[in-house]
């Protein structure tokens, strides 16, 4: 359903990610892993719109412009960043309710239209955020400013807010960094959950994670792609151990 050709971001020498071929294919959890800096976050940001970047990127056969955050959302395109985008001030539920429509409006003057837009929001739209909050098991907070959340749940409320855009598929950059390993169980059992609707691309670095969830793993190393397939085969591939071990 996505496919990606020749995919490229160079920021001045620096190839960041050079020429990738990669897909995604309906249905799939794939796992996207490679060494730190090996152009993960880059590929994801290309696939997104936020940087730009050569190549080709097709969404069910349409080809998709690239460099457009507008294009990559009305294709269906939702990322949940590897940094907390919450709102500190505004709820869970008003987070996840004004994420969905209203983006980069910061400082005060944003707040006050950011709580404008969601008072005139449909209440059709409150419960589908609301419904999406309790599947995620944070119902019980969906009141409580973002501030006061975990940062687990920032994390989930995130997630939230990139399902109830209602994407054709979900970027998601290293869900698990900074969860404990309850945390990390639990957050694996709801991507296990959502995959059943929606495909998905999972950045991580627990290889625990990556091998329960994934159906396949795309590898990276320095931009490059140096393996694809099952997790199993390719954890044991020599370029892949190679690529983590720096060699
Ligand atoms: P990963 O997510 O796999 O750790 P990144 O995609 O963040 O890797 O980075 C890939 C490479 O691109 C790294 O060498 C990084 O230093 C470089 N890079 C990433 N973002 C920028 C940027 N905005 N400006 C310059 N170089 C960048
Ligand atoms: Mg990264």
Redesign the pocket.
């Known amino acids: 359903m996505l496919r990606a050709e020749g995919v490229s971001v160079h920021y001045g020498g620096v190839r960041a990610v050079d020429g990738v071929d990669a897909h995604l294919d309906e249905g799939e959890l794939l796992g996207l892993i490679g060494p730190?800096?090996s152009g993960?976050?880059?590929l994801?940001n290309a696939l997104c719109g936020v940087v730009a970047a050569s190549g080709k990127v097709r969404i069910d056969g349409r080809p998709m412009p690239l460099g457009s955050p507008a294009a990559a959302r009305r294709n269906g395109i939702a990322r949940v960043f590897?940094v907390p985008q919450t709102y500190p001030e505004l709820s869970a539920l008003e987070n996840v309710v004004v994420g969905s429509h209203e983006q980069g409006l910061v400082g005060v003057a944003g707040a006050w239209f950011r709580r404008r837009a969601m008072w005139r929001l449909e209440r059709s739209r409150c419960r589908e955020a609301m419904e999406t909050l309790e599947m995620l098991g944070l119902a019980d907070v969906a009141a409580a400013p973002a501030e006061s959340l975990s940062y687990g749940q920032r994390r989930l409320v995130d997630l939230a807010r990139a399902m109830v855009a209602q994407p054709r598929l979900v970027l998601l950059?290293?869900p698990s960094a900074g969860l404990n390993d309850s945390e990390t169980e639990h957050l694996g059992g709801l991507l296990r959950t959502i995959n059943r609707d929606l495909p998905m691309v999972l950045?991580d670095h627990k290889m625990g994670l990556i091998t329960s969830l994934c159906h396949r793993v795309t590898v990276l190393d320095t931009g490059t792609v140096v393996a694809d397939g099952p997790p199993g085969e390719v954890l044991a591939d020599p370029a892949v151990i190679r690529a983590y071990l720096g060699g």
Do not use: I
Request: proline share 0%; glycine share 10%.
């Open positions: 730190n800096g993960k976050s880059t994801l590897q950059d290293e950045v």
